[in-house]
């Protein structure tokens, strides 16, 4: 049996991606290896079908955590068996290559975002020339590569002559007999309130300040599923507007959870900035998940989207995430029900397609073309 480890510097609790991606494999007859971050408020892993190993860490952020992190998982990597070592983003990239290349085993580049594109990245100078030089550096070593979305994987092309194959972000097909009545109950919508929901990381340039402030014009509550960087800003900002009872701060919740909770909206959000190209590249899960849901919704009129949205109509495209840009778009899904409606069955017509049980197919057939080469 071939064992193959993967490395994250995220939560693998609440990693969908790589859950879909592990679980496939595992499924597929692989010894599966995922390896991720021990946070100090973290909960007990869930049983998978695949093993799993939480680094601890001192350092718990920026350039000293990065360090620490990249020393632990080289030494772990260095006598952890493995037939295939697979660095998911620059940040695990340089052990995965160091190890590979010492102990002479297959690697390969699983890129979730265009890192030196990233936010974060690009408004800081300092910080993207070292993450410019790492990718420089390691990411021609990585002949073999996968990434989310075909404007990084044309990206990749350009700047390293590398050919990365395309694996997106697709959910599972929905199937409402495995939710369980537990789940499905507890997020049932028993007071037919129309739901806007947003669900994912709670960070800058998703567009959540201007969200907030367009919800003042728009006659429906927003319900808010995950946690991050500006997560204790919009709370603070939420009662200052008295938002109060039109906008919910969800938290987050497990990956099982989201399909019964996103089937009771009424309209998804995924609004991002674009800061960087990693932004204007983006092929969200929220972007799927919706789909899934089958339900219509508010997105960005970036090359990923309005490819699939001019194939079939699944969202309203905005250019900027402008106050009334957002809350016009809305409310056309609010009071338009003819433009609602044709979504939303492009939306149930286009769950069959866009699952993760069509993508995997490509995940499967690239690790075993790599382990027959």
Known sequence: MRTIVFSVTNDLNYDQRMQRICTSLADAGYDVLLIGRKYSNTITLEKKNFRQKRLHCFCKSGFLFY??????????LLFTKMDMVCAIDLDTILPCY???LLRRKKRVYDAHELFT????????????????SIEKFAVPAFRHGYTV???IAEEFKKRYAVSYEVVRNMPLKRNDSLVSEEIFSEHTNTQNEKIILYQGAVNEA??????????QQVNAVLHIYGDGNIYEKIETCIPEKGLQNKIILKGKVFPQALPAITANAFAGINLVEPVGLNQLYSLANKFFDYIQAGIPQVTMNFPEYKRINEVTAVAVLINTVAIKEIADAINLLLNDEIIYQQLKNNCVKAREIYTWQQEEQKLLCFYKNIFTD
Request: charged share 25%.
């Open 149 to 151: 979305s075909y404007s």
């Open 117 to 132: 594109e990233m936010k974060e990245v690009v408004t800081r100078p300092s910080v993207k020339k070292i993450w410019l």
């Open 206 to 215: 998703r567009g959540l300040e201007n969200l907030v402030d367009a919800m």
């Open 98 to 100: 160091f190890t590979s």
């Open 67 to 76: 360090a620490e992190y990249n020393l632990r998982l080289f030494f772990y």
